[in-house]
Protein backbone atom coordinates (compact mmCIF):
# COMPACT_ATOMS: atom_id res chain seq x y z
CA UNK A 1 0.00 0.00 0.00
CA UNK A 2 1.09 3.47 -0.69
CA UNK A 3 2.61 5.29 2.56
CA UNK A 4 3.33 9.37 2.97
CA UNK A 5 6.33 10.29 0.73
CA UNK A 6 9.24 12.75 1.94
CA UNK A 7 11.92 13.93 0.05
CA UNK A 8 14.53 14.74 0.68
CA UNK A 9 15.45 11.96 3.21
CA UNK A 10 18.55 13.59 4.15
CA UNK A 11 19.67 17.59 3.52
CA UNK A 12 22.45 19.31 4.93
CA UNK A 13 22.78 23.36 4.26
CA UNK A 14 24.58 26.02 6.07
CA UNK A 15 23.62 28.75 8.18
CA UNK A 16 21.57 31.26 6.58
CA UNK A 17 20.67 28.86 4.16
CA UNK A 18 17.02 27.66 2.59
CA UNK A 19 15.71 24.36 2.42
CA UNK A 20 12.52 23.07 0.82
CA UNK A 21 11.10 19.67 2.25
CA UNK A 22 8.21 17.70 0.63
CA UNK A 23 5.40 16.05 1.47
CA UNK A 24 3.18 13.53 -0.57
CA UNK A 25 0.54 12.37 1.53
CA UNK A 26 -1.43 9.00 0.52
CA UNK A 27 -3.80 9.04 -1.83
CA UNK A 28 -7.40 10.28 -0.99
CA UNK A 29 -5.76 11.69 2.13
CA UNK A 30 -6.49 15.38 2.21
CA UNK A 31 -4.96 16.62 5.62
CA UNK A 32 -1.62 16.54 5.92
CA UNK A 33 0.00 17.55 9.28
CA UNK A 34 3.92 18.89 9.80
CA UNK A 35 6.20 17.83 12.54
CA UNK A 36 9.32 18.90 14.56
CA UNK A 37 11.34 16.52 16.37
CA UNK A 38 15.03 17.90 17.75
CA UNK A 39 17.88 15.01 18.81
CA UNK A 40 16.55 13.47 21.49
CA UNK A 41 12.99 15.08 21.71
CA UNK A 42 9.09 14.75 21.32
CA UNK A 43 7.79 15.86 17.56
CA UNK A 44 6.70 19.10 17.90
CA UNK A 45 3.73 20.04 15.91
CA UNK A 46 4.37 22.90 13.40
CA UNK A 47 1.77 23.68 11.26
CA UNK A 48 -1.24 21.74 9.40
CA UNK A 49 -3.53 22.07 5.90
CA UNK A 50 -6.97 20.65 5.24
CA UNK A 51 -7.74 21.35 1.13
CA UNK A 52 -5.01 23.40 0.61
CA UNK A 53 -5.88 25.78 3.81
CA UNK A 54 -4.02 26.06 6.98
CA UNK A 55 -5.70 24.30 9.54
CA UNK A 56 -3.75 24.73 12.82
CA UNK A 57 -0.64 26.33 13.46
CA UNK A 58 1.93 25.38 16.02
CA UNK A 59 5.65 26.48 17.02
CA UNK A 60 6.46 26.96 14.01
CA UNK A 61 9.07 29.97 13.54
CA UNK A 62 8.23 32.98 11.37
CA UNK A 63 11.56 32.03 9.24
CA UNK A 64 9.56 28.90 8.15
CA UNK A 65 6.39 28.58 6.03
CA UNK A 66 4.04 26.08 4.26
CA UNK A 67 1.28 25.30 1.58
CA UNK A 68 -0.68 22.38 0.27
CA UNK A 69 -0.56 22.19 -3.21
CA UNK A 70 -3.67 21.30 -5.26
CA UNK A 71 -2.55 17.38 -5.94
CA UNK A 72 -2.57 17.50 -1.85
CA UNK A 73 1.02 17.48 -1.35
CA UNK A 74 2.74 20.27 0.90
CA UNK A 75 6.10 21.55 1.25
CA UNK A 76 7.47 23.20 4.56
CA UNK A 77 10.07 26.35 3.42
CA UNK A 78 12.87 27.46 5.50
CA UNK A 79 14.46 29.90 5.07
CA UNK A 80 17.37 32.03 7.13
CA UNK A 81 18.35 28.13 8.68
CA UNK A 82 19.98 28.29 12.27
CA UNK A 83 21.87 25.16 13.52
CA UNK A 84 18.93 24.57 16.02
CA UNK A 85 16.78 23.96 12.86
CA UNK A 86 18.91 20.81 12.76
CA UNK A 87 16.15 17.78 13.29
CA UNK A 88 14.31 15.05 11.76
CA UNK A 89 11.18 16.71 10.01
CA UNK A 90 8.17 14.50 9.45
CA UNK A 91 5.12 14.85 7.96
CA UNK A 92 1.96 12.82 8.64
CA UNK A 93 -1.63 12.37 6.63
CA UNK A 94 -4.79 11.92 7.54
CA UNK A 95 -8.44 12.34 5.92
CA UNK A 96 -10.76 15.29 7.59
CA UNK A 97 -13.47 13.60 8.29
CA UNK A 98 -14.73 10.33 10.15
CA UNK A 99 -12.49 8.41 12.69
CA UNK A 100 -9.13 8.08 11.17
CA UNK A 101 -5.94 7.30 11.71
CA UNK A 102 -2.57 9.65 10.93
CA UNK A 103 0.42 8.31 8.64
CA UNK A 104 3.10 9.35 9.19
CA UNK A 105 6.36 9.38 6.62
CA UNK A 106 9.61 8.24 7.26
CA UNK A 107 10.71 11.91 7.86
CA UNK A 108 13.56 14.28 6.23
CA UNK A 109 16.21 14.95 8.16
CA UNK A 110 17.88 18.66 8.22
CA UNK A 111 21.42 19.19 9.41
CA UNK A 112 22.92 22.99 9.49
CA UNK A 113 25.97 23.25 9.75
CA UNK B 1 -7.88 25.73 21.06
CA UNK B 2 -7.89 22.22 21.80
CA UNK B 3 -5.02 20.90 23.76
CA UNK B 4 -4.03 17.54 24.81
CA UNK B 5 -1.65 16.88 27.78
CA UNK B 6 0.53 14.14 28.35
CA UNK B 7 2.08 12.83 31.25
CA UNK B 8 4.27 11.45 32.48
CA UNK B 9 7.17 12.90 30.06
CA UNK B 10 9.31 10.06 30.74
CA UNK B 11 9.41 7.03 32.58
CA UNK B 12 12.60 4.75 33.27
CA UNK B 13 11.23 0.81 34.72
CA UNK B 14 13.10 -2.09 35.27
CA UNK B 15 12.23 -4.69 32.83
CA UNK B 16 9.34 -6.73 34.30
CA UNK B 17 7.31 -3.65 36.07
CA UNK B 18 4.41 -2.41 34.58
CA UNK B 19 3.94 1.26 32.60
CA UNK B 20 1.22 3.72 32.47
CA UNK B 21 1.20 6.95 30.59
CA UNK B 22 -2.06 9.47 30.66
CA UNK B 23 -3.51 11.32 28.22
CA UNK B 24 -6.10 14.67 29.09
CA UNK B 25 -8.07 16.60 26.77
CA UNK B 26 -9.43 20.67 27.15
CA UNK B 27 -11.92 19.57 25.17
CA UNK B 28 -14.64 16.43 24.46
CA UNK B 29 -12.57 14.21 22.30
CA UNK B 30 -14.81 11.84 19.26
CA UNK B 31 -11.89 9.59 19.36
CA UNK B 32 -7.96 9.39 20.71
CA UNK B 33 -5.63 7.49 18.98
CA UNK B 34 -2.22 5.99 20.61
CA UNK B 35 1.18 6.13 18.72
CA UNK B 36 4.51 4.48 19.01
CA UNK B 37 7.78 5.89 17.66
CA UNK B 38 10.86 3.63 18.08
CA UNK B 39 14.25 5.47 18.64
CA UNK B 40 15.18 6.57 14.97
CA UNK B 41 12.37 5.85 13.70
CA UNK B 42 8.64 7.35 12.72
CA UNK B 43 5.36 7.41 14.82
CA UNK B 44 3.37 4.32 14.11
CA UNK B 45 -0.39 3.94 15.02
CA UNK B 46 -1.89 1.29 17.64
CA UNK B 47 -4.88 1.52 18.07
CA UNK B 48 -8.26 4.08 18.26
CA UNK B 49 -10.78 4.33 20.99
CA UNK B 50 -14.11 5.84 20.16
CA UNK B 51 -16.89 4.34 22.41
CA UNK B 52 -17.58 6.61 26.30
CA UNK B 53 -15.39 4.15 28.32
CA UNK B 54 -13.74 1.77 25.70
CA UNK B 55 -11.15 -0.72 26.54
CA UNK B 56 -9.38 -2.37 24.42
CA UNK B 57 -6.13 -4.86 24.78
CA UNK B 58 -3.57 -5.35 22.31
CA UNK B 59 -1.55 -8.47 23.94
CA UNK B 60 0.52 -7.00 27.18
CA UNK B 61 -1.22 -2.76 26.00
CA UNK B 62 -4.62 -2.18 27.77
CA UNK B 63 -5.75 1.13 26.55
CA UNK B 64 -8.52 2.99 27.88
CA UNK B 65 -11.24 5.83 26.89
CA UNK B 66 -12.58 7.80 30.00
CA UNK B 67 -16.57 7.90 30.27
CA UNK B 68 -16.36 11.58 29.46
CA UNK B 69 -14.31 11.46 26.25
CA UNK B 70 -11.41 13.66 27.93
CA UNK B 71 -9.27 11.06 29.03
CA UNK B 72 -7.39 8.32 28.05
CA UNK B 73 -4.64 5.49 28.98
CA UNK B 74 -1.99 3.12 27.93
CA UNK B 75 -1.07 0.42 30.17
CA UNK B 76 1.87 -1.74 29.49
CA UNK B 77 2.10 -5.25 31.55
CA UNK B 78 5.25 -6.41 32.63
CA UNK B 79 7.15 -4.17 30.11
CA UNK B 80 10.14 -5.97 27.79
CA UNK B 81 13.22 -4.14 26.27
CA UNK B 82 10.97 -4.10 23.20
CA UNK B 83 8.79 -1.26 24.80
CA UNK B 84 11.22 0.92 24.31
CA UNK B 85 10.30 4.29 22.68
CA UNK B 86 7.87 6.87 23.15
CA UNK B 87 4.20 6.80 23.40
CA UNK B 88 1.62 9.77 22.59
CA UNK B 89 -2.31 10.21 22.65
CA UNK B 90 -3.72 12.32 19.31
CA UNK B 91 -7.14 13.22 19.84
CA UNK B 92 -9.53 14.18 17.77
CA UNK B 93 -12.36 16.96 19.21
CA UNK B 94 -15.54 16.52 19.41
CA UNK B 95 -17.50 18.65 16.04
CA UNK B 96 -13.66 20.19 15.03
CA UNK B 97 -11.83 16.91 13.44
CA UNK B 98 -8.67 18.36 13.61
CA UNK B 99 -6.01 15.87 15.46
CA UNK B 100 -3.97 17.33 17.90
CA UNK B 101 -1.24 15.17 19.49
CA UNK B 102 0.06 14.95 23.17
CA UNK B 103 4.03 15.42 23.81
CA UNK B 104 4.32 11.86 24.45
CA UNK B 105 5.77 9.46 27.10
CA UNK B 106 9.02 8.37 26.37
CA UNK B 107 9.78 4.66 27.86
CA UNK B 108 12.97 3.20 28.84
CA UNK B 109 13.32 -0.02 30.16
CA UNK B 110 16.36 -1.33 32.06
CA UNK B 111 16.77 -4.78 31.68
Known amino acids: AAGVIQSPRHLIKEKRETATLKCYPIPRHDTVYWYQQGPGQDPQFLIS???????DKGSIPDRFSAQQFSDYHSELNMSSLELGDSALYFCASSTWLGNTEAFFGQGTRLTVV | GQQVMQIPQYQHVQEGEDFTTYCNSS?????IQWYKQRPGGHPVFLIQ?????EVKKQKRLTFQFGEAKKNSSLHITATQTTDVGTYFCAGKGAGSYQLTFGKGTKLSVIP
Open chain 2, 27 to 31: TTLSN
Open chain 1, 49 to 55: FYEKMQS
Open chain 2, 49 to 53: LVKSG
